[in-house]
């Protein structure tokens, strides 16, 4: 398989781009649609010290709450 090592770099600048912002400042999108998530839930997910992009990819976003990583 080939990854061309300017698309990996584009990548990661954009996950650095996402996880600078201010998580409770950021209006999330899925399949077009705005997805709504309670500030409690944002509230919680900052004492994780995991990142924005973290809070996507674990699905915490759907409330999955501390079993984020247990599939």
């Known amino acids: 398989m080939r990854v061309d090592i300017e698309h ?3 990548i ?3 996950r650095f781009r ?3 912002l201010n998580l409770k400042e950021i209006e999330w999108y899925e399949n077009g649609k705005k ?3 309670s500030p409690e839930l944002i509230e919680e997910f900052l ?3 995991l990142c924005n992009t973290d ?3 674990s699905e915490y976003y759907k ?3 501390t079993t ?3 599939q």
Do not use: H, R, S
């Open 8 to 10: 990996v770099l584009k």
């Open 12 to 14: 990661q600048a954009e």
């Open 18 to 20: 996402i996880n600078t």
């Open 35 to 37: 997805v709504e998530i």
């Open 47 to 49: 004492f994780t010290g």
């Open 55 to 57: 809070f996507i990819i």
């Open 63 to 65: 409330g999955k709450g």
């Open 68 to 70: 984020m990583w247990i």
